[in-house]
């Protein structure tokens, strides 16, 4: 076997492997599809780094081709996002394959350009017209908030609530249905391959009113929920965090 395809393959760790089992769009066929991809870009001298910018480039091209209103292009645009979640999982495969070639500000890159799928729905929704562009965006904010939201807790709370489940026997939901259901339903990386077929079908309107629907139902439910595990840390701490 060819020592850099070896490479890639033990590079890609338990945990993460664990975690794409979640989704099995990713699981099944992008992440597959990642590692022969990565072999030939790393074959031809290419960096983790090459791959963040082409990953941004189309998440940029489909900007354009989301908003035109045209669905042949608006297809196209969603199948920019396809491309671009399969180009995610190289960018990842390079990266920890061959560390040493990355850095603080190419990570920080790759992050950043990782979460660009979020914003998919706003021009989705322009190219629908009419009042669907408000819709559209108020799907971008209910996921930017319920980003915010998690890391405001992890940030300020993570340490204590990492303790307290020591002592607690709390068990994670981790790699239960319920879990992989739940982030099937709400995470836009579970869903987006289905994107350009529902495009060409004529179903772009009620993709972004059942992704309303979800992520205003999402929201409520992680305000809840991690309201509920900041009083679970102050009630095993004998006080109100």
């Known amino acids: 076997m060819d020592e850099l395809w070896k490479k890639l393959l033990l590079s890609y760790p338990p945990v993460k492997k664990a ?5 099995p769009w990713i699981y099944y066929i992008a992440r597959p599809v990642s590692f022969p991809i990565s072999w030939l870009l790393l074959k031809a001298g ?8 082409l990953t941004a480039a189309l998440g940029f091209a489909s900007v354009p081709l989301l908003a035109c209103g045209r669905p042949g292009l608006m297809a196209l645009g969603a199948f920019c996002l396809v491309l671009y979640t399969v180009f995610d999982c190289v960018d990842g495969d390079m990266a920890r394959a ?3 070639t990355g850095s603080p500000a190419g990570q920080y890159w790759g992050e950043l350009v990782g979460n660009f799928y979020l914003i998919c729905y706003i021009p989705l929704a322009a190219g629908l017209g009419g009042e669907w562009p408000v819709l559209g965006a108020l799907v971008t904010v209910c996921k930017l908030l319920i980003i915010s939201i998690r890391n ?4 300020t709370l993570g340490g204590l609530w990492e303790k307290s489940k020591q002592t607690s026997g709390y068990v ?3 790699g239960s249905w319920y879990y992989k259901l739940y982030y099937n339903l709400t ?7 289905l994107l350009p077929i529902l495009i060409l079908a004529g179903f772009g309107k009620q993709f972004i009113a059942a992704s309303l629907l979800i992520s205003g139902f999402d929201l409520i439910f992680i305000i809840v929920f991690y309201l509920v595990r900041a ?9 109100v965090l």
Do not use: R
Request: hydrophobic share 30%; proline share 8%; net charge negative.
């Open 19 to 23: 975690w794409d089992g979640t989704y």
């Open 46 to 53: 290419a960096t983790a780094n090459h791959v963040t910018v």
């Open 98 to 100: 061959f560390p040493e």
């Open 152 to 155: 405001n807790f992890w940030q």
């Open 172 to 174: 994670p939901y981790t």
């Open 187 to 193: 995470d836009p990386q579970a869903h987006v391959f």
């Open 231 to 239: 009083g679970k840390i102050g009630s095993q701490k004998g006080q």
